[in-house]
């Protein structure tokens, strides 16, 4: 196939890819400066941060996805919400040990809006029951294997706890170098993150047709700066990598203080099966114009003429000082000069916001507006 063709012909999407979303919430809403009156187009991925945009008492949020099975794990996040407790849901997302998940479902499978992802559900209660829907994705399985398998062979489980510790910036950098960047950890970075293993096991080999070299030496560094310029003990993805649990530190959508507001909105969230484009023209034929976009990584998977394509139909299809947000790992992408007369970068804010990134492992946050 052509490097043209779309990526729904390209890769297959008959399977939840993501089970959880791998991008920090926190820094997205700073970046979308949401307000009541904002209407979010948002790529649903496993749809945490679709949630997590209800928090800011936001008009209305449209989650968008061109895979039934991320769909379904939106749908059964939003009939956890409705149905069970903040504790019941972090057991059924896998954030929390239990023996009682089949239950949970049971008590929350009746409010999943469609029949199609109900039957979903059904044929999974096994990975359910194992791992929670938190757990059930191909990415998921990717650090999983890496978690139980191979890091093991490079440091112990005692090293692994002592990380999490809260110690100042000195400190790290004392640990990351004494004790945790050793020659068998910089040796299975190298290959376990290797583009044709990240390919294999974790994302789809056509995500990588517009990328040129492999991501290894950009995860090393950005690595060093979780484990040293931030502080792991407040990081749940790196905690997820590393330990299978988010620990003390949750992602947004599933903190405590969030879930009543969450649960209070649902109605305001609502999602579509289809390519972006298309929903975004959907809204434009209902005189809704968006006032923010979560865009996940989505350019990752394009030309730059297909991403330029895009990003001109959803600048002119947003209100003048729309929020764009999205990220890069392996593929620069951000608004060509061809279309500065549409969107202004916001290169300050996504710089310092990127430095702040709990989810590290991006190589660039591309914040930008559109015009006035």
């Not at 998940?101 to 039957?119: F, T, W």
């Not at 994705?137 to 990717?142: D, I, P, S």
């Not at 170098?177 to 390919?199: A, D, H, Y």
Request: charged share 25%; hydrophobic share 45%.
């Amino acid at each position: 196939m052509s490097d043209a063709t779309p990526i729904e012909e390209r890769a297959a999407f008959d399977r939840i890819r993501y089970a959880q979303c791998w991008e920090d919430a926190d820094i997205l809403l700073e970046a979308l400066n949401l307000g009541p009156d904002s209407v979010a187009v948002s790529i649903a991925s496993a749809g945490d941060n679709s949630f997590a945009m209800l928090t800011r008492d936001v008009a209305r949020v449209i989650a968008v996805d061109l895979s039934r099975p991320q769909l379904a794990c939106l749908d059964l996040r939003q009939a956890a919400y409705r149905s069970l407790d903040h504790g019941e849901f972090l057991e059924l997302y896998g954030a929390r040990a239990s023996d009682r998940r089949l239950g949970l479902y049971a008590a929350c499978r009746a409010a999943m809006r469609e029949d199609v992802h109900r039957a979903f559900w059904d044929q999974a209660t096994d990975e359910l029951e194992k791992r929670g829907f938190g757990g059930a994705g191909k990415f998921e399985r990717y650090f999983r294997i890496f978690r139980t398998r191979l890091l093991p062979l490079v440091h112990s489980r005692r090293t692994i706890e002592a990380l999490f510790e809260s110690r100042d910036h000195a400190a790290r950098e004392r640990f990351y170098e004494e004790r945790w960047n050793t020659l068998r950890w910089r040796l299975l970075f190298q290959v376990f993150f290797s583009r044709p293993v990240m390919g294999l096991l974790g994302r789809d080999k056509a995500f990588f047709d517009h990328v040129e070299g492999g991501p290894v030496a950009h995860l090393i560094a950005r690595t060093r700066h979780a484990l040293v310029e931030l502080e792991p003990a407040n990081n749940p993805y790196l905690s997820w990598i590393l330990r299978g649990t988010f620990g003390d530190a949750m992602p947004l959508a599933l903190r405590e203080e969030h879930y009543e507001t969450i649960r209070s909105r649902l109605d305001r969230l609502e999602w579509r099966l289809a390519p972006l484009e298309e929903a975004v023209d959907a809204l434009g034929a209902e005189g809704v114009r968006p006032s923010a976009y979560n865009l996940s990584d989505i350019f990752e998977y394009m030309t730059p003429e297909t991403s330029a394509g895009l990003l001109k139909r959803l600048a002119e299809a947003a209100t003048p000082g729309a929020r764009l947000a999205y990220w890069n790992m392996m593929a620069p992408r951000a608004r060509p000069d061809a279309l500065a007369h549409l969107l202004i970068p916001r290169n300050e804010i996504a710089a310092q916001l990127h430095h702040q990134d709990k989810a590290f492992f991006y190589s660039a946050f591309v914040v930008e507006e559109t015009a006035p």
